[in-house]
Structure formats: structure tokens, C-alpha cells
């Protein structure tokens, strides 16, 4: 199970870090991505790092404004957010990828959801 933390509410321009910690899984076996969903919308992809951190990927929106990393010695992953944007709004969640080899995108390659964290950011 992963569960993600560290939301809340900023002004645009601002920064948060959230934070995605996991239990009963061995951390390094798999991808960790976070996703956002807002109101009314599908679940959105925002960025991937694969299980030795060595390689990202993101989502055109967000790409130069966040970055995301792990820390498998403590088991979390992390998504810095910068420069934040009202569209940016959304309940954050992170998951652990299906495949530990592939870098994918779509939340049905994903599992172990935990409980989102809310991000608000404000004009």
C-alpha cells in the first residue's frame, strides 16, 4: 500500500512536496507515478520515476516545473512542485507500477493505491 501526504493549499507561484510513503511491498520492485484527479475529470498522469530513480517521465503540463525522485533506502517517493498554477488543483495520488521494467502512464498499469493528499492552489 502506498499512502501519499504533504498537500495543501498555496498561492500560485508557491511550492509544496509531497510525499509518497510505502508499506508491505519491497520499495525497489516496482515503478512509483503520482496521478491527480479534480472534480468531474478522469484521473490524470503527472510523473514517473523508475524503481532505481534513474529515469522520469512527465507529463507535458507539469514538465520544468516538477520534478520526482525516490528514496529506496527509506521507502518514498517525492514529488517537488514549483511554480504552481490554479490548474494544478487536484487530489494527488502516487502508485506502484505493474511492470518493474516499464515506465508507463495509464492508471490501469498501476496499483496499490493509497488515500490522495489535496493540493490548492490559489490565484
Known amino acids: 500500500q502506498l499512502q501519499a501526504s504533504g498537500g495543501g493549499l498555496v498561492q500560485a507561484g508557491g511550492s509544496l512536496r509531497l510525499y509518497c510513503v510505502a508499506s508491505?511491498?519491497?520499495?525497489?520492485?516496482?515503478?512509483v507515478a503520482w496521478f491527480r484527479q479534480s472534480p468531474g475529470k478522469e484521473r490524470e498522469f503527472v510523473a514517473v520515476v523508475s524503481w532505481s530513480g534513474k529515469s522520469t517521465s512527465y507529463a507535458d503540463s507539469v514538465k520544468g516545473r516538477f520534478t520526482i525522485s525516490r528514496d529506496n533506502a527509506a521507502s518514498v517517493a517525492y514529488l517537488q512542485m514549483n511554480n504552481l498554477k490554479p490548474e494544478d488543483t487536484a487530489v494527488y495520488y502516487c502508485?506502484?507500477?505493474?511492470?518493474?521494467?516499464?515506465?508507463?502512464?495509464?492508471?490501469?498499469?498501476?496499483?496499490?493505491w493509497g488515500r490522495g493528499t489535496q493540493v490548492t492552489v490559489s490565484s
Open positions: 508491505g511491498r519491497t520499495f525497489t520492485n516496482f515503478p
Open positions: 502508485a506502484a507500477g505493474n511492470n518493474k521494467y516499464e515506465l508507463n502512464r495509464r492508471p490501469d498499469d498501476f496499483g496499490s
